[in-house]
């Protein structure tokens, strides 16, 4: 494991859950001026290398609307919910 790219990762997110395979779920939030969330997530290994990176994006009500897996590939946005439900 790197213990240098663990403290910058636990310095950029603030934010984490200790995996049962020994990586790393971490994450912080953006607050929009709409009332509007984005959460950012970066899932590591055990070693910190990333495995995965996605944004999900909450409505001012707190139901996810919006999810973009931007690594290993760029999936683009994936619609969760229809906009009138």
Do not use: C
Request: charged letters at 35%; a negative charge; proline letters at 2%.
């Amino acid at each position: 494991m790197s213990v240098a790219k663990r403290r910058q990762n636990e310095r950029t997110f603030g934010t984490w859950l200790d995996l049962p395979d020994g990586g790393r779920l971490y994450s912080y939030d953006v607050k929009g001026r709409s009332g509007w969330l984005a959460r950012y997530v970066k899932q590591v290994d055990a070693d910190e290398a990333t495995v995965r990176f996605y944004q999900e994006v909450f409505d001012g009500d707190g139901r996810l609307r919006d999810v973009h897996e931007k690594f290993p590939v760029d999936l683009g946005h994936r619609k969760m919910m229809d906009e009138e439900s």
